[in-house]
T-cell receptor, first 116, second 113 residues
Framework: GAGVSQTPSNKVTEKGKYVELRCDPI?????LYWYRQSLGQGPEFLIY????????DSGLPNDRFFAVRPEGSVSTLKIQRTERGDSAVYLC??????????????FGPGTRLTVL | GENVEQHPSTLSVQEGDSAVIKCTYS??????FPWYKQELGKRPQLIID?????GEKKDQRIAVTLNKTAKHFSLHITETQPEDSAVYFC????????????FGKGTMLLVSP
C-alpha cells in the first residue's frame, strides 16, 4: 500500500512568514509523529499524536510551532513567524499502536524548509 | 530524557569488509532499539530492530547486538557492498503504548568498490 506522504517536498519562505507542512500517514496507523532533521544530525522529536489528540508535544521548540490532526489521519505542522534557524527537513512518521506492540515507525520523504 | 550517542560519525570500508557501528543510551527503561538507513535525500528506512528481551538478532548480512547491562547496542554489516553506502541512525525508545524515538547523530558509511 501507499507509504507516508508529505507535501510540499520543498518549501522556501522568507523570514517572518507563516508555513504549513502536511503529512498523510499510512492508512490505519493511529500514531503520527513529527521530527525535525538538521543537516548532519539525526531526527529530533517534535510532537506525537495518538488519534486526534497531541499526546506529547514536548519536543516543540517554542510557541511558534503548532500541529493539528483534526480527523485522526492527515496532520499539519504550522510554523508562525519563521526564522532562519527553522530551516531543516521536517519528517513525519506513522505507526500502528496496540497493546504490547513495539511500534515500527514508517517515515515520509520529508519537507525541506528553507527560510531566507 | 533519553540520550543516544553514536560512533563513529564516518566509516570507510572496502567492499567485502565488515562494518560495525556502536551506540550507547542513557535511559535504562528503553527497551526498543531500531536502526534506520538513510540514503542521500531519501527518507529513513528501518533495516533491523531489537527488543530488550533478546541479545542478538540477524537478518542476512545485518546483525544487531544489545547489552542492556552496559546500555549499548551495535550494528554489524558483513560482506559490505557499495549499495550499503548511506547514513545509518540508531535510536532508542521505551514502550508505553507509543514510542518516541531518540536518535543518534548518525554514521556515514562509505563502501568503496
Amino acid at each position: 500500500g501507499a507509504g507516508v506522504s508529505q507535501t510540499p517536498s520543498n518549501k522556501v519562505t522568507e523570514k517572518g512568514k507563516y508555513v504549513e507542512l502536511r503529512c498523510d500517514p499510512i492508512s490505519g496507523h493511529t500514531a503520527l509523529y513529527w521530527y525535525r532533521q538538521s543537516l548532519g544530525q539525526g531526527p529530533e522529536f517534535l510532537i506525537y499524536f495518538q488519534g486526534t489528540g497531541a499526546a506529547d508535544d514536548s519536543g516543540l521548540p517554542n510557541d511558534r510551532f503548532f500541529a493539528v490532526r483534526p480527523e485522526g489521519s492527515v496532520s499539519t505542522l504550522k510554523i508562525q513567524r519563521t526564522e532562519r534557524g527553522d530551516s531543516a527537513v521536517y519528517l513525519c512518521a506513522s505507526s500502528f499502536t496496540g497493546a504490547g506492540f513495539y511500534n515500527e515507525q514508517f517515515f515520509g520523504p520529508g519537507t525541506r524548509l528553507t527560510v531566507l | 530524557g533519553e540520550n543516544v550517542e553514536q560512533h563513529p560519525s564516518t566509516l570507510s570500508v572496502q567492499e567485502g569488509d565488515s562494518a560495525v557501528i556502536k551506540c550507547t543510551y542513557s535511559d535504562s527503561a528503553s527497551n526498543y532499539f531500531p536502526w534506520y538507513k538513510q540514503e542521500l535525500g531519501k527518507r529513513p528506512q528501518l533495516i533491523i530492530d531489537i527488543r530488550s528481551n533478546v541479545g542478538e538478532k540477524k537478518d542476512q548480512r545485518i546483525a544487531v547486538t544489545l547489552n542492556k547491562t552496559a546500555k549499548h547496542f551495535s550494528l554489524h554489516i558483513t560482506e559490505t557492498q557499495p549499495e550499503d553506502s548511506a547514513v545509518y541512525f540508531c535510536a532508542a525508545s521505551w514502550d508505553s503504548g507509543y514510542s518516541t524515538l531518540t536518535f543518534g547523530k548518525g554514521t556515514m558509511l562509505l563502501v568503496s568498490p
